[in-house]
């Protein structure tokens, strides 16, 4: 339950405390004292988003604090624990500032946390219903979205809201296979064209360089024989030749080196230059015997550096490149032959998931059917009760059918779940959203939150003009509502009908003042006389005419809360 909230610097409010009692609180005033205002600030720590418009001129930031008390809510301690905030014996303090600069803060006790992490932990501790929260009735997905949190099946339409995308995922990835099995079948063919274009070649990696060099040679063969002529009988012993000269060299250099023996050592480099430049003479010798020109030999060679060249322009710029790309080929072929297996695979798998989907749905399916019954039962226990006695209302759970006749499965199931009404005896149901009266929507929608909140944890519940659109006896009926709702939890509401307001365990009369030359709304509990004032202006508009005290005392007098 909500025990204190504190306001500084929001809308008209300067600084305010309320504190608030067990059973039901209600909150009245004339039209325009700020009612709402204590809503919207409850709504920040509901986790709305922060308006910088809400912030109070002349200052530049607002803030919000709650204190609840949250002993015996299990899901909000364990939300608590979760994060390692400690529950402090089932106190809970939240505080919220909102700054003109766009930029606030949020803290549980003291830890800071998110937006979205605040609206987490408040929607288990308590609920707001807004001054037009019925017209969401109105939406068939609100009426699924109710049946399953009031069956516990949450969690279940989740797994199956994240089955159906993984579904979606992974039909999508088996049409783009099928669809694009033309183009695979036309990139396997160019690629087993050139896997057999290389292979055929027979390339070797350094194979180009190698007839390079002979392409070289044998297209010179004329002036490479002349030059090997020239070599030879340059170092030939014959014909004048190096060789002949080094051999007379090395007789003068024995006569020399007997009688000066300084020169041995010169004498026997000069005879190892010799044998060298032997040695020498016959490698020219033999290579020139062994050339031979042979002008097919060149003719094959240029043909084979074309065939080279051609693959690499196709393939890549060396041969490696292009023996390279053949091995890639085969690797993407060979991904393209188990491109079969791989699609029947995908086949079976999406024919599984299908299956396991449909059975999820179909289970999601009886227990929506069986929790839809013991909604009908509830909100139709509470509308007679709320001057509604010859209404039926039931929860219509069908099945959805594709046009094969087939039950068709979407991101929420196999159902439509719509709220149906007769709330005349004689009339067919149907559809609520066909309901042009709004005050019968605010009972339905106050039935509906009634049903919920018996199998809620949440203390606190929040309604800000529930009673809008009615009068009377169905109003005397929705203040005998909210006094037995508030027996189990707390209630919160803004009213403007006295037979509401009277029944109020703790009421709170909210105001403008005028303080400095600026107005403010203030709040503050009435009992006794206070209050007596109050339920009269409520009652006619005149706080002193004896009638209307008069009537406003027998009123509190009947529920029982007079001087309270």
């Known amino acids: 339950m909500l025990e204190e909230l504190s306001i500084q610097?929001?809308?008209?409010?300067?600084?305010?405390?309320?504190?608030?009692?067990?059973?039901?609180?209600?909150?009245?005033?004339?039209?325009?004292?700020?009612?709402?205002?204590?809503?919207?600030?409850?709504?920040?720590?509901?986790?709305?988003?922060?308006?910088?418009?809400?912030?109070?001129?002349?200052?530049?930031?607002?803030?919000?604090?709650?204190?609840?008390?949250?002993?015996?809510?299990?899901?909000?301690?364990?939300?608590?624990?979760?994060?390692?905030i400690d529950a402090d014996e089932g106190v809970l303090i939240v505080r919220r500032t909102v700054k003109r600069s766009g930029r606030g803060a949020i803290y549980v006790q003291s830890t800071p946390v998110t937006?979205?992490?605040?609206?987490?932990?408040?929607?288990?501790?308590?609920?707001?219903?807004?001054?037009?929260?019925?017209?969401?009735?109105?939406?068939?997905?609100?009426?699924?979205?109710?049946?399953?949190?009031?069956?516990?099946?949450?969690?279940?339409?989740?797994?199956?809201?994240?089955?159906?995308?993984?579904?979606?995922?992974?039909?999508?990835?088996?049409?783009?296979?099928?669809?694009?099995?033309?183009?695979?079948?036309?990139?396997?063919?160019?690629?087993?064209?050139?896997?057999?274009?290389?292979?055929?070649?027979?390339?070797?990696?350094?194979?180009?360089?190698?007839?390079?060099?002979?392409?070289?040679?044998?297209?010179?063969?004329?002036?490479?024989?002349?030059?090997?002529?020239?070599?030879?009988?340059?170092?030939?012993?014959?014909?004048?030749?190096?060789?002949?000269?080094?051999?007379?060299?090395?007789t003068a250099m024995d006569d020399v080196a007997s009688i000066d023996d300084r020169l041995a050592d010169a004498g026997r480099r000069l005879e190892d230059l010799f044998f060298e430049l032997e040695d020498v003479s016959e490698i020219v010798r033999d290579h020139r015997s062994s050339i031979q020109f042979s002008p097919e030999r060149l003719e094959q060679v240029e043909s084979r550096l074309a065939l080279i060249h051609r693959l690499e322009k196709k393939y890549g710029s060396t041969v490696g490149e292009v023996l390279a790309y053949c091995e890639e080929a085969k690797a993407q072929v060979e991904g393209f032959e188990t491109w079969e297996e791989d699609k029947e695979k995908l086949r079976s798998e999406v024919r599984q998931r299908e299956q396991e989907l449909l059975k999820h749905a179909g289970q999601l399916s009886a227990a929506r059917k069986q929790a839809a019954e013991r909604l009908?039962?509830?909100?139709?226990?509470?509308?007679?009760?709320?001057?509604?006695?010859?209404?039926?209302?039931?929860?219509?759970?069908e099945q959805r059918r594709g046009a094969n006749g087939r039950a068709s499965c979407g991101p929420h199931g196999i159902d439509s779940v719509e709220f149906r009404i007769s709330p005349n005896a004689g009339e067919p149901l149907r559809p609520l959203a066909a309901i042009a009266s709004g005050g019968e929507l605010s009972r339905v929608m106050l039935a509906v939150k009634s049903a919920l909140a018996e199998d809620d944890q949440i203390g606190c519940m929040v309604f800000d003009e529930v009673d809008a659109g009615i009068g009377g006896e169905v109003a005397l009926a929705v203040g005998e509502h909210l006094h037995g709702l508030a027996r189990t939890r707390q209630i919160l509401c803004i009213t403007?009908?006295?037979?509401?307001?009277?029944?109020?365990?703790?009421?709170?009369?909210?105001?403008?003042?005028?303080?400095?030359?600026?107005?403010?709304?203030?709040?503050?509990?009435?009992?006794?006389?206070?209050?007596?004032?109050?339920?009269a202006r409520m009652l006619a508009g005149d706080r002193t005419g004896a009638a209307s005290r008069s009537h406003a005392e027998e009123l509190l007098r009947k529920n029982a809360t007079v001087g309270g």
Do not use: C
């Open 9 to 84: 610097n929001y809308a008209l409010i300067d600084r305010l405390t309320v504190r608030f009692s067990d059973g039901l609180n209600v909150l009245t005033g004339e039209t325009g004292a700020g009612k709402s205002i204590l809503v919207g600030s409850l709504s920040l720590l509901h986790g709305a988003r922060g308006e910088t418009g809400a912030i109070r001129s002349g200052t530049e930031e607002a803030r919000v604090a709650g204190t609840f008390q949250i002993g015996g809510n299990r899901d909000a301690t364990a939300w608590l624990e979760g994060r390692g």
């Open 376 to 397: 009908s039962a509830r909100v139709l226990e509470s509308v007679v009760v709320l001057g509604m006695p010859r209404t039926r209302f039931v929860v219509a759970v």
């Open 115 to 250: 937006r979205k992490e605040l609206s987490e932990l408040a929607a288990l501790v308590f609920d707001i219903h807004g001054q037009h929260e019925h017209q969401s009735l109105l939406s068939e997905d609100s009426h699924r979205t109710v049946l399953d949190r009031f069956g516990g099946l949450e969690e279940s339409a989740a797994t199956l809201q994240r089955q159906f995308t993984e579904l979606s995922a992974l039909r999508k990835r088996f049409e783009h296979m099928e669809s694009n099995e033309r183009q695979r079948l036309r990139e396997m063919d160019i690629l087993q064209f050139a896997i057999g274009e290389i292979e055929e070649a027979g390339l070797t990696p350094d194979e180009e360089e190698t007839l390079d060099s002979e392409r070289r040679m044998l297209s010179q063969h004329e002036k490479l024989f002349a030059a090997l002529d020239e070599l030879y009988d340059a170092v030939a012993e014959n014909r004048g030749g190096a060789l002949s000269q080094l051999r007379n060299a090395r």
């Open 496 to 535: 403007h009908l006295a037979s509401i307001a009277s029944r109020a365990d703790n009421h709170i009369q909210v105001q403008k003042k005028e303080k400095g030359g600026r107005t403010l709304t203030d709040a503050t509990p009435v009992s006794g006389e206070a209050r007596v004032d109050e339920i």
